[in-house]
């Protein structure tokens, strides 16, 4: 069964604590990729914040917590080792940030064929072992819309 071509359009979900730490997932493929939770809206129309809570909770289990749209969007070149998951001549995606507070001792747990590992870092240590530059620089923007405790 061949999968419909993904829509260039997705989700960057920061989840984090109010004592600045932050969730790093590392991908599957390939080992040492480390992000926050992202996905593509599954059909035209999803509302982005439907899409945002779908992906955390496919990807790490959580189903709880507040969720907040940043109002930041990111366009970026799709890395040539996804874009055979897109429509031929998709080459860019627009990435949607939201950040979402949970309590601390909130379990994660890791759908195994996208992730092999989960870290809770500080804030700017998250941002630095971030593959993606566009995730680095949303974490970086955690301050500016949560009160850090």
């Given at each position: 069964?061949?999968?419909?071509?993904?829509?260039?359009?997705?989700?960057?979900?920061?989840?984090?604590?109010?004592?600045?730490?932050?969730?790093?997932?590392?991908?599957?493929?390939?080992?040492?990729?480390?992000?926050?939770?992202?996905?593509?809206?599954?059909?035209?129309?999803?509302?982005?914040?439907?899409?945002?809570?779908?992906?955390?909770?496919?990807?790490?289990?959580?189903?709880?917590?507040?969720?907040?749209?940043?109002?930041?969007?990111?366009?970026?070149?799709?890395?040539?080792?996804?874009?055979?998951?897109?429509?031929?001549?998709?080459?860019?995606?627009?990435?949607?940030?939201?950040?979402?507070?949970?309590?601390?001792?909130?379990?994660v747990a890791l759908n195994p064929r996208e992730h092999r590992a989960a870290c809770w870092?500080?804030?700017r240590e998250a941002a630095d072992r971030c593959f993606s530059p566009s995730n680095a620089?949303?974490?970086?923007?955690?301050?500016?819309?949560?009160?850090?405790?």
């Amino acid at each position: 069964m061949t999968r419909p071509p993904k829509i260039p359009v997705s989700v960057l979900v920061v989840i984090h604590r109010l004592d600045g730490q932050v969730l790093l997932i590392e991908r599957a493929q390939p080992a040492g990729f480390w992000q926050s939770v992202t996905g593509s809206i599954d059909f035209e129309g999803e509302p982005l914040a439907a899409a945002a809570r779908r992906e955390v909770a496919e990807e790490t289990g959580i189903t709880g917590g507040e969720l907040v749209d940043w109002q930041l969007s990111n366009v970026y070149e799709i890395y040539p080792v996804w874009r055979h998951r897109y429509a031929p001549g998709v080459t860019h995606n627009t990435e949607h940030v939201f950040g979402l507070t949970v309590p601390a001792g909130t379990p994660v747990a890791l759908n195994p064929r996208e992730h092999r590992a989960a870290c809770w870092l500080p804030w700017r240590e998250a941002a630095d072992r971030c593959f993606s530059p566009s995730n680095a620089e949303a974490i970086l923007q955690l301050p500016r819309f949560v009160t850090l405790a």
